[in-house]
C-alpha cells in the first residue's frame, strides 16, 4: 500500500513520546505477561490438551507433561502489561487526531484499562476453541465496507461486551453449525461483533476481530477489509 511502517514487540515503548509523529497505532496482542517466564503446565495432575485436538475443537485430549531433566517449579502467574499511563497515550493520541486499528485479542488490554476501553469500546469476554465460523456483513454503506461480502475462517471466534453504539458494528461472527460459548458461566450465543469503526475525538477507531491464525489473515477477503480499514483510518478514503 506504499505506507511506512514501524514495529516492535517491545510493550513498555508504547508511551506518549514515541507515538509522536504518527499517524496510526496498529496493536495486535493480548494484554497478559507471564513475570517468571513461563506460564502454568496444567492442572495438579501436570496434563493438558493435546494441541492438535484443541486446536481444531474436535474434543479436547489430555497428554502428560514430561521432561528429563524435569521442569522448575513455577507459580505461572499471570499479570497486565499495560500501565496507567499508556492507556492515557493512546487515548491523547487519538482525541488529537491519531488513528489506531486494533486487532483480536487487544480486547484484553480493555479488562484493565479504562483509557482502551473507552477507545475500543469493549472488552474481552473469552473465546472456545477454534473453529470455522462465518464473517458476516452487517453493515455495507461504511467506506470500509467496500467491496467486502461475507467469508469464512477458521480462527479463534473472540467475544467480547461491547460498548459502542450498535450502528458503529460493520460486520459480525457467527458460527452457522450453532455452536455457543459460554464465559463465567454465561452464554455468549453463537453471533458476536467482529469489526466496527468511528470517530473518536478528533481521531478514528476501527476493531477487526479474526487473526489468532496466520491462515485467516490471509484470506483475501479478509485482506482487503484490512487494506480498506488503514485508508479510512489515514483519512485516504
Known sequence: ????????????????????????????????????GNGPIGGGDKMVPSTFNNNFGKGIDEVAVVSDPPLEPTSGEMKAWIQPSQGKAVRDFVENGGSVLFFHNVTDLASTNTDIRDVLGAAYAGHPPIRTFKVRVKRSDHPIMEGITDFVVTDEQHYMEYDKDPEHILMESVNEDGLRYSYKGK?????????WAYEYGKGRVCYLAPGHLLTAHWNPMYRKLKQNAVRWLLRQS
Open 1 to 36: 500500500m506504499g505506507i511506512s511502517v514501524k514495529m516492535t514487540d517491545d510493550y513498555t515503548s508504547l508511551n506518549a513520546e514515541t507515538l509522536q509523529g504518527y499517524q496510526m497505532l496498529i496493536i495486535h496482542r493480548d494484554g497478559r505477561i507471564f513475570p517468571e
Open 187 to 195: 452464554d455468549q450465543g453463537t453471533t458476536v461483533p467482529a469489526a
